[in-house]
């Protein structure tokens, strides 16, 4: 009997342990969007600033 017992015990350890697993990757995937979100930010950001610089740049170049 002990060790059915013991097998049992050992699948629900198993599961407790996939599941913190399961925890930490969920926080990790979710860090790791809200960086992706910040990042595409700062990079539309920059866009916008180059486009403005280069749009200043046509209009000081223009000879008229």
Do not use: K, N
């Not at 486009?51 to 223009?62: I, K, P, Q, T």
């Amino acid at each position: 009997m002990f060790w059915p017992m013991f097998a049992v015990a050992m699948g629900f350890a198993g599961l407790a342990v996939l599941a913190v697993f399961a925890v930490r990757v969920f926080t990790e995937a979710r860090r790791l969007g809200l960086q992706v979100t910040e990042s595409a930010r700062r990079i539309d950001r920059a866009a916008q600033d180059l486009e403005r610089a280069a749009v200043s740049v046509a209009r000081a170049a223009d000879p008229r």
